[in-house]
């Protein structure tokens, strides 16, 4: 028997298992719409007259199983009954499965996120294909929200709480084997014996995994308790409550009703529905479409590197060496001396070490590294990348011996951070095979690189550009050629305001607090020391000469006296094993006043950005902050926050602060612009 209902095909074997196969039209991924659950509703009714011995859901895509729900429609609910609504239906839907009096199955191959993962915990088993590619989680969270369709109660009941929660909490996706050690899943299978598994499970059922002893007894009511009380006060360190209430709203759905069932159920949906209501989710959302258009830029296949070589093994270009090794390239390292690569390469095996589990991988991606102090690297590098301290005439003597080594077609990229490129490609025959590939510090952690291009940049150098960055796993983000190009361009206006009111006598706690009750992941005076200060005064020079930035008096004083932040174990703050030490009870001064001050110069130089073009649109503009900044991401970015705040509240704010400061919060021409 075969049943086709528009993006589900339905077909009963002989051995009487039902398969049901899912492969959204016109769509590359599965995504959990509302017309993909009515269709299965109605296979639902189908399967039930007539019931199979077996039921196994699988995909029609090799890319994956389902990516979650439809985020589009969480934008339509425009209240608490519509929300309600929405979720009922994806519970009932899941109930339906997981009530069937014959076997269920999930096959799962590829990415399995949210809705996805909670229709696997609906039935009875979960096999899952051993590829790299398979991940399974629930990262709802990431959009404000949480599971919804069943999925808080049924993972904290199948895993125990300290896992299935720290999954919820973090968004965090698990690899296959991952899955498996924990009892999400129960079986990992390669591809040629996935299908015979799941027919083998279908057929002949084995028993179905409990709750491990440990799990049954932390899920028990004191005991709970104290856990979620404990995961609430690691959650705070990263993820305030009032900005970030969805991991609050798991520990408190868990704490307060696990082992009810019904009520637990019926607590899940109205939670979702409440935290679906007002800005806070639609940022996030908004983000999540940020992120996805960044990855969407250019073509992998355009442009496939082999080998990368990195001149420069200070922090910056040493872990943008032992970034690449670890993503799978050969990668040269070259520095003046021999001494010189040492810190470089102990900083990459602590990378490996914490980001690669497998000793022979580890190992593999040691050796991907080489130490090459005469570079000889540059002949064979498909992607040449200088990372030298920031000075033109050093850069330019690198690019005068380097340029006739290379090979046809490799890119020449510059890691610079504020010098514009025209100045730097003088003194190159070709200057349109040279392009900025813009790193952020930690490179590990940092998302985002900014493509800088100039107006003899070379369509072909920018394709490549953006192919190789999205090999390495990054985020790409085409800005123009110009002094501190866009992120640093918007944050140095920012940093230089805490520095002066730094100067004004106002403590660097309450600086710093100013801009984390904001939403900033750090302060300005904290990430000022992580940067370096000397790197500040660097850059805010160059800045300072192209756009008149005032510069505090200050900073001058703290680089003249070798205190330069975190390196250096002193700088606005003193550091022990590499955290700052705060005066806890310093004067935190007027805060709304502070923030104002940061805030406007930050939104300002947004605005101005905007103005000159310096990306193509308000969306890129706003994308480039969050992952190159962290800027709050629950404020959907710079210009998206002044929108919603209203323009004229900001203009009004920034002539108040004029009036008492001076010209420097003088608001830029470009408001008009974010006004229409």
Not at 185 to 204: F, G, I, S, T, Y
Not at 217 to 240: D, E, F, N, T, W
Not at 284 to 289: A, G, K, P, S, W
Not at 471 to 483: A, D, E, T, Y
């Amino acid at each position: 028997m075969s049943i086709d209902i528009l993006d589900w095909k339905s077909e009963r074997d002989a051995d009487g298992i039902h398969w049901l196969i899912l492969d959204k039209q016109d769509s590359a991924t599965n995504v959990l719409s509302v017309s993909i659950l009515e269709q299965l509703d109605a296979l639902l009714d189908e399967i039930e007259r007539e019931l199979p011995r077996a039921v196994v859901i699988r995909s029609g895509k090799r890319s994956g199983f389902i990516a979650g729900a439809d985020v589009n429609e969480f934008l339509d609910v425009s209240n608490t009954q519509e929300a309600m609504i929405m979720v009922k239906r994806g519970q009932k839907l899941m109930n339906r499965i997981e009530k069937l009096s014959c076997t269920t199955v999930a096959l799962i191959e590829g990415f399995c996120m949210g809705g996805g993962t909670e229709l696997a915990l609906a039935c009875d088993y979960r096999i899952a294909l051993d590829e790299d590619s398979t991940r399974i989680g629930l990262p709802e969270v990431k959009l404000g929200i949480h599971p919804a369709y069943g999925g808080v109660v049924r993972a904290t009941r199948l895993v125990n709480p300290q896992h299935s929660l720290e999954m919820m909490l973090s968004g965090r996706a698990l690899r296959p084997r991952q899955a498996r050690k924990i009892g999400l899943v129960d079986l990992v299978q390669p591809r040629r014996q996935l299908e015979r598994a799941a027919r083998q499970v279908a057929l002949k059922p084995p028993a179905r995994q409990k709750m491990p002893w440990l799990g049954r007894l932390l899920s028990l009511p004191g005991i709970r308790h104290l856990l979620a009380s404990y995961m609430r006060s690691q959650v705070a360190r990263k993820a305030p409550r009032q900005h970030y209430p969805a991991p609050y709203a798991i520990l408190d759905l868990w704490a307060s009703f696990c082992g009810d069932r019904r009520r637990m159920m019926e607590e899940e949906a109205h939670s979702v529905s409440r935290l679906i209501q007002g800005n806070k989710v639609r940022n996030l959302i908004r983000v999540f479409f940020l992120q996805t258009r960044l990855k969407g830029l250019g073509d992998k296949k355009a442009f496939q590197p082999q080998h990368v070589h990195v001149i420069g093994a200070g922090t910056m270009g040493g872990d943008i060496a032992a970034w690449c090794a670890l993503r799978g390239f050969q990668v040269t390292l070259q520095d003046r001396e021999a001494k010189y690569l040492g810190n470089a390469f102990k900083r990459a095996h602590a990378l490996f070490a914490k980001r690669i589990r497998d000793t022979a991988a580890r190992n593999a991606a040691i050796d991907r590294l080489i130490p090459d102090v005469a570079g000889d690297g540059v002949a064979r590098a498909d992607v040449v990348i200088e990372a030298i301290y920031e000075n033109t005439e050093a850069k330019h003597a690198i690019y005068r011996e380097i340029e006739p080594r290379m090979k046809p077609g490799a890119v020449l990229a510059t890691n610079t951070s504020s010098i514009p490129l025209e100045e730097l490609a003088t003194v190159l025959v070709e200057p349109d095979r040279l392009v900025g590939i813009h790193f952020f510090n930690p490179v590990a952690m940092m998302p985002l690189v900014e493509i800088v291009r100039t107006e003899s940049s070379s369509p072909e150098t920018i394709e490549r550009a953006i192919a190789f960055t999205q090999h390495i796993g990054k985020l790409p983000l085409p800005v123009r050629s110009s002094p501190g190009f866009l992120v640093n361009r918007i944050l140095m206006p920012y940093l230089v305001e805490a520095f002066f009111l730094y100067d004004e006598g106002v403590a660097p706690e309450a600086i710093d607090k100013a801009a984390t009750d904001f939403g900033m992941p750090m302060g300005p005076v904290e990430l000022a020391d992580t940067v370096g200060l000397d790197i500040c005064q660097s850059v805010a020079q160059n800045l300072s000469q192209a756009f008149a930035i005032e510069l505090p008096k200050g900073l001058k004083a703290f680089v003249d006296s070798k205190k330069l932040g975190k390196k250096s174990g002193r700088g606005f703050y003193q550091y022990k094993k590499g955290k700052p030490i705060k005066d806890r009870d310093a004067d935190l001064g007027d805060q709304k006043v502070i923030q104002a001050r940061l805030l406007g110069r930050f939104l300002n130089e947004a605005v101005a950005c905007l103005q000159e073009a310096i990306v193509d649109d308000r969306d890129l503009l706003d994308a480039g902050v969050i992952f190159g900044t962290g800027f709050a991401p629950f404020r959907g970015g710079p210009l998206n926050h002044a929108a919603q705040e209203g323009v004229d509240t900001v203009l009004a704010s920034l002539q108040g602060l004029e009036a008492n400061h001076g010209e420097r919060f003088k608001a830029v021409d470009g408001w008009s612009m974010l006004a229409d």
